[in-house]
């Protein structure tokens, strides 16, 4: 059952308090130390507690058994003694003694008024003479009642003359009317020939006073002495715990590329030692990164002076293509085939060369973004109507799903067309003739485009590394559609610089699927996306659907 | 930075020896330093008081067995009769009244029916009656039948009572449970029966039958203070109490609240108006605390001081209490502790001295010190009286010294005034006088053995005065002496047979004081001592509350020493033929007792009450008398 706490405790206290502790336990080195330490050390304290309570309690109680003992042996003797001097007895004279001896052992000897006698005569036999009364004597408030039945047993019990002594714990009556714990000592006598037991109680409310006191005494010291190991644990956990959290602390930073952060070094222990090593890590690091860096810098920067250079002549290259090319219904057939190939080869020379600048801008940090309230829905169809001719000669058939309402964003819609362009035509080029599913969906925080086709596939290795520029799932397998390998990498840096992302997932000889997945405001962050993506992926085609394009409107 | 590391190591070492040395100091001291456990008061300290609880019903007891324990049950006032109300029928447990009073028996009882019969009678000799105010009044010893009629429990009941007032609707009382221990007794009492004796006692209503040594272990004789007229002395009066009871001070102060007994009725007053109540009494930690309320507030101060005088010796009897008396009246509280020594003629403890009064063996009066021995010239007139004299006598310290002493053959009393004056106050015309002794107001008071008349001549006075003797006392006896009280309010008489030798009665009487143009009575419930004597051969006031007597016991004197009022059997030490005179010290707290022989050799020995005498003091001296 669910503990419903009330509505001002909602309030005050955190949300899902337990998983936050969980969560402050595992993150936190130092609660870890603390706790543990507090709880093996309350652990330790509680066993010694209750070991060294044990050993005083045995040894007040075995004090007191002794002397209680020890008294009652005397008293007993005393007794003897007494009832040994007369010779002649009457049931008078039998009472008479015992209630002298009562009072004779309870003023005399131990601490008189701290413990009672009582004198109590055997059970009644029908061999008693009529008419003879023994009555019992008590020196205090208890009764023959109080004393145990297991106890007078054992008492009644004991050969005649063997002055054995019995001792139980019970509860006795207190002077003040209140029962306390007590040692009940007793023997076997003789007044005149008939049977009495002797009975001393000791109350133990002074012992259980003094074990009392030893009880809080130990419970005080032994919590102040968690209380210690625990700031103890605190203080040394603190101290090693610091520069480790600090030191944690620098590492993100560096992880972050704040490169010149250095730890603090004091002292020379091992900490300091752990800080110097640090420092000088942190130091190789930086120094391998900066150099990493200019080096990738040098690349891009290689790539893009590059790709600048080879514009000029490219460009003259192209206008002689073309001068060319419009005489080449006058060529022979082979010159005019060689025209044509560098035609093709000078167009695909150019759509690389355009990549390169593209990547070489984003990489640069000179991509801008225009945004503007675009419709996805209106982009998917510009797309597909341009790539339709593609997927004829591939032998595919392309859908559109898509809402009626409209799934407006901001966003640049010219590199979100380029990003869909880029998905469509890579979905009918890896779609082996099988249709191409594109999916556009919305919701309150995001727009989002699906890819899907049911084609050769991608392993989820495949899937991770489908960005990666100039990457090919299979480089055995030969190019089709002139694809520079930098489609998939300019249409990742467009979706993030609208915020956005895209994501793709692959199943071998299933299909793949590519979701773009962006935010309805610029600047917003995203949180899911309207699409599934993976094996929850819709499939609105069967593998194998009649080459046409359909569109299929979803509400 | 180097040389810091040394200096907190060194820190570190020093604070951990002194750890050390600080773990190593916590055992058990063995210094030589003397400590103080401060004065211990209260329980702890006094006489344990031993509870008996006789056995109660069981299965297969006779009739005998039931009235035996019934009888031993019947002290159990701490247990307030629980056992024995079990061994009744329900109609004699609503007619029982415990606490009516008490028939005291002495010796052991005897049953000579069958102990299976339903009857049962016991015979015994009464001693006395505690009345339901718990004062003790002897009766002569006098041999009774109680008769116990016992039913079967396991029959119908036959609906009989022992006097004849069955209340069979009665609604039980709920003292007892019938089945305590759920072992009940087949027979049980339903009446008993002791019509016609001594003590009153006819029935279950009239209390209880206790033997004299039930009532001795189960009771406890304590004196209540009242004043006598002139309000200069404090009177004792015994009442009986349960003892091992809790109540016992507010018992105790009720007792003194309700008056003086029947013993001191018209002797003596007390400062505490009727109509006064009590509010709490208690005793802790050795402290008794009272609280009064009513007329006793608004007393006068000098009343309030008798008052509180009163009920501080009272309350300092009682057992438990060492410490102060703290009487509340109203709003106020006061410290009664002490008070009471303003109104006491009696000293704590004898000054040492020539304190005592002797004849020498030429008849001369002279003065003694028991200390050392010593004799000593008695100044003033006596001192130089020219003839024999005997039985010296000496007002109490606490009034002008008058000193008195028998001339003429024991037949003249001669007093000597505080100034120095000497008359003869008495002649007697054939007989001896008794000798003469003094009370608190500086009376002397003697006794003419030869017409039993009881002689007081009053201080101031130059003659003696007859004093009136109740005649009930006198049926067959005539006073022999008489020894007034250091209090003046009461006097023992011994009286002696005018019919049998060695049938001598002692009493104690209240004096009444002169009123409407009579002299000094002598009244009150007249109170007998118990004890077995022949004859009595003198007898002194040892404190305020007990006598000490020589008796003639067999061919020996005997030493016995008794309270009035108190069923205790007076026993003492066997001291040698011969000696017939003793006196005790005028002091609260008793003393060096003197006795002396008068006759063949005389000498004065020193007795203590359980060595009996000492070696003689000194021979050749006769008549020892502290003053009083």
Redesign the interface.
Request: charged share 20%.
């Given at each position: 059952m669910r503990l419903r706490l009330p509505r001002f405790l909602n309030r005050v206290l955190p949300a899902r308090p337990w998983r936050r502790v969980v969560a402050a336990w595992r993150r936190g080195l130092r609660m870890r130390v603390v706790t543990t330490t507090v709880v093996l050390s309350l652990l330790v304290v509680a066993l010694l507690g209750t070991f060294l309570f044990a050993q005083v309690r045995d040894g007040v109680l075995g004090a007191k058994v002794d002397s209680a003992l020890a008294e009652t042996r005397s008293g007993y003797q005393f007794a003897q003694a007494t009832v040994e001097q007369t010779q002649e007895w009457t049931p008078g004279l039998v009472n008479s003694r015992a209630s002298t001896i009562v009072g004779r052992l309870a003023s005399g000897g131990g601490e008189a008024g701290r413990r009672e006698v009582l004198l109590l005569p055997g059970p009644h036999e029908d061999s008693d003479p009529p008419g003879d009364v023994y009555s019992s004597y008590a020196s205090g408030v208890n009764t023959p009642q109080s004393i145990p039945p297991t106890l007078r047993r054992e008492v009644q019990g004991q050969q005649e003359g063997q002055g054995r002594t019995y001792w139980a714990y019970a509860m006795a009556d207190d002077r003040d009317g209140t029962r306390v714990p007590a040692l009940i000592v007793g023997a076997a006598l003789e007044v005149g020939a008939k049977p009495y037991e002797l009975y001393y109680v000791f109350p133990l409310d002074q012992e259980a006073q003094t074990l009392g006191l030893v009880r809080r005494t130990l419970a005080v010291a032994g919590l102040a002495l968690v209380v210690l190991v625990g700031l103890i644990a605190y203080v040394v956990a603190r101290t090693v715990v610091t520069p480790v959290r600090m030191a944690a602390r620098i590492a993100e930073r560096l992880a972050a590329g704040r490169l010149e952060e250095r730890m603090h070094i004091r002292g020379e222990d091992d900490l300091a030692r752990l800080a110097a090593s640090f420092n000088r890590m942190a130091r190789s690091l930086q120094s391998q990164i900066r150099r990493l860096e200019d080096l990738s810098r040098l690349q891009r920067r290689f790539v893009s002076d590059v790709s600048h250079e080879l514009r000029t002549p490219l460009t003259t290259v192209r206008m002689a293509a073309d001068v060319l090319h419009s005489y080449v219904s006058s060529f022979p057939p082979d010159v005019a085939r060689s025209s044509e190939l560098l035609q093709a080869q000078l167009d695909r020379f150019e759509d690389l060369l355009a990549d390169l600048l593209e990547i070489s801008r984003f990489d640069a940090g000179a991509a801008v973004l225009d945004p503007e309230p675009c419709d996805l829905r209106a982009i998917a169809r510009r797309v597909l109507d341009a790539t339709e001719p593609l997927a004829e000669r591939r032998g595919s058939t392309l859908e559109l799903v898509a809402p009626e309402q409209a799934c407006t964003a901001d966003v640049d819609g010219r590199r979100i067309e380029r990003i869909v362009r880029n998905l469509v035509v890579n979905a009918i080029e890896h779609g082996e003739g099988k249709p191409v599913v594109v999916t556009v969906a919305a919701d309150d925080e995001a727009v989002a485009l699906s890819v899907q086709d049911s084609g050769v596939g991608l392993s989820p290795e495949e899937a991770g590394r489908v960005f990666d520029r100039f990457w090919r799932a299979d480089p055995s397998r030969a190019r089709q559609t002139g694809g520079t390998g930098l489609g998939l990498s300019i249409a990742l840096e467009d979706a993030h610089l609208h915020g956005g992302e895209l994501e793709a997932y692959g199943e071998p000889g299933r299909g793949a699927q590519f979701r773009l997945t962006l935010p309805r405001r610029a600047g917003q962050e995203l949180g899911g996306s309207p699409i599934p993506l993976g094996p929850d992926r819709p499939r609105f085609l069967a593998v194998g659907a009649p080459y046409q394009r359909t569109e299929v409107a979803r509400g | 930075m180097a040389d810091r590391a040394p200096r907190a190591l060194a820190r570190a070492v020093a604070l951990l020896a002194v750890l050390v040395l600080a773990t190593a100091c916590s055992g058990i001291p063995t210094d030589t330093r003397v400590r103080s456990s401060g004065e211990e008061r209260g329980?702890?300290?006094?006489?344990?008081?031993?509870?008996?609880?006789?056995?109660g019903p069981?299965p297969?007891?006779?009739p005998?067995?039931v009235?035996?324990?019934f009888?031993?049950a019947s002290s159990g006032f701490d247990e307030d009769f629980a056992t024995a109300r079990r061994f009744l029928t329900q109609n004699a447990r609503q007619r029982w009244q415990p606490t009516a009073g008490i028939l005291v028996y002495e010796g052991?009882a005897t049953?000579p029916a069958q102990?299976t019969s339903s009857t049962q009678t016991m015979t015994t000799s009464v001693v006395g009656r505690i009345d339901a105010d718990g004062r003790y009044r002897p009766i002569p010893r006098t041999e009774i039948q109680v008769t116990f009629q016992l039913v079967d429990a396991a029959a119908p009941t036959p609906g009989s009572s022992d006097d004849g007032a069955a209340d069979d609707g009665a609604a039980d009382d709920g003292a007892g449970d019938d089945s305590a221990d759920g072992q009940d007794a087949q027979w049980q009492l339903d009446a008993v029966d002791a019509s016609g004796t001594a003590g009153g006692y006819t029935s279950l209503g009239q209390g209880l039958l206790l033997s004299r040594?039930a009532v001795e272990?189960a009771m406890l004789a304590l004196p209540v203070w009242f004043a006598d007229p002139s309000g200069r002395a404090l009177v004792p009066d015994q009442v009986y109490l349960p003892k091992g009871d809790d109540e016992v001070p507010a018992a105790l102060t009720r007792r003194l609240l309700a008056g003086p007994g029947p013993g001191l009725q018209g002797a003596v007053e007390t400062a505490i108006p009727s109509g006064t109540r009590l509010v709490d009494a208690r005793v802790v930690s050795g402290e008794a605390f009272v609280e009064l309320a009513g007329p006793v507030t608004r007393l006068p101060a000098e009343r309030r001081q008798l008052a509180l005088a009163q009920l501080g010796r009272s309350l300092a009897a009682v057992p438990g209490v060492d410490g102060p008396v703290q009487v509340t009246l109203g709003t106020e509280t006061f410290d009664a502790t002490g008070a009471d020594n303003a109104f006491d003629p009696l000293q704590e403890t004898l000054v040492p001295g020539p304190n005592v009064l002797v004849i020498d063996r030429n008849g001369k009066l002279q003065t003694f010190n028991p200390g050392d021995a010593q004799l000593g010239v008695m100044p003033g007139a006596l001192g130089a009286f020219a003839r024999p004299l005997r039985h010296p006598a000496r007002s109490l310290p606490a009034t002008p010294q008058r000193i008195a002493a028998l001339s003429d053959g024991e037949r003249g009393l001669q007093v000597q005034e505080p100034d120095g004056t000497l008359h003869r106050v008495h002649l007697a015309r054939t007989g001896p006088l008794a000798p003469p002794a003094f009370d608190a107001h500086g009376n002397v008071w003697t006794v003419d053995r030869a017409t039993g008349d009881v002689l007081v001549t009053a201080s101031g006075e130059d003659a003696a005065a007859p004093v009136q003797v109740p005649t009930a006392l006198l049926e067959g006896y005539r006073p022999w002496q008489v020894e007034p009280a250091h209090d003046g309010a009461r006097v023992v008489l011994v009286l002696r047979s005018t019919r049998q030798p060695a049938d001598d009665r002692v009493v104690v009487a209240a004096v009444l004081p002169p009123a409407g143009g009579t002299g000094y009575r002598l009244g009150g419930a007249v109170l007998p001592l118990q004890g077995s004597w022949q004859q009595v051969h003198d007898l002194d006031w040892r404190s305020p509350t007990s006598l000490a007597m020589l008796v003639v016991d067999g061919d020996n004197s005997r030493a016995l020493f008794l309270t009035p009022g108190t069923v205790g059997v007076a026993t003492g030490p066997t001291v040698t033929s011969g000696v017939d005179e003793i006196t005790a010290p005028p002091t609260r707290t008793g003393g060096t007792l003197l006795v002396a022989s008068s006759s063949g050799r005389p000498a004065v020995f020193a007795l203590d009450e359980s060595d009996g005498l000492s070696n003689a003091l000194q021979r050749g001296l006769r008549d020892p008398a502290y003053a009083g």
């Open positions: - | 329980a702890g300290q006094e006489q344990p008081f031993v509870h008996q609880q006789a056995p069981e297969g007891l006779t005998l067995d009235v035996a324990r009888l031993a052991r049953f102990p040594a272990r």
